[in-house]
């Protein structure tokens, strides 16, 4: 079984900073893509930012130039640094990870809980 955990979350002021981790745990033979996606009430659940093992990036457009992605692979992290926060980046977000828990086992998205971002005006 493949867990995430993330922390980070929490009330911040527009216009701050906030930086979000999510560390994969478990049974884990290798980690493929991780990334970040939230959601933000009465809407549906939208891609922030991804990277790959090799780390290249690929981010939503209304985080480009503020959001940075980032991972440790000896760790199994993943980290969203989140600057210039805006009243719409509020949202619940939530990691993945696309991984194997064995060399020729299928690729599996395992998803993290969610953590709560609060952005005050």
């Known amino acids: 079984q493949v867990v995430l955990v993330e922390s980070g979350g929490g009330l911040v002021q527009a216009g701050k900073s906030l930086t979000l981790s999510c560390a994969a745990s478990?049974?884990?033979?290798?980690?493929?893509?991780m990334g970040w996606y939230r959601q933000r009430p009465g809407k549906q659940r939208e891609l922030v930012a991804r990277?790959?093992?090799?780390?290249?990036?690929n981010y939503a457009d209304s985080v480009k130039g503020r959001f940075t992605i980032s991972r440790d692979n000896a760790k199994n992290t993943v980290y969203l640094q989140m600057n210039i926060l805006k009243p719409e980046d509020a949202a619940v977000y939530y990691c993945?990870?696309?991984?194997?828990?064995?060399?020729?086992?299928?690729?599996?998205?395992?998803w993290g809980k969610g953590t709560l971002v609060t952005v005050a005006d």
């Open positions: 478990g049974s884990i033979f290798r980690i493929n893509d």
């Open positions: 990277i790959t093992s090799g780390g290249s990036t």
């Open positions: 993945y990870a696309d991984g194997r828990i064995l060399y020729n086992s299928d690729v599996v998205r395992h």
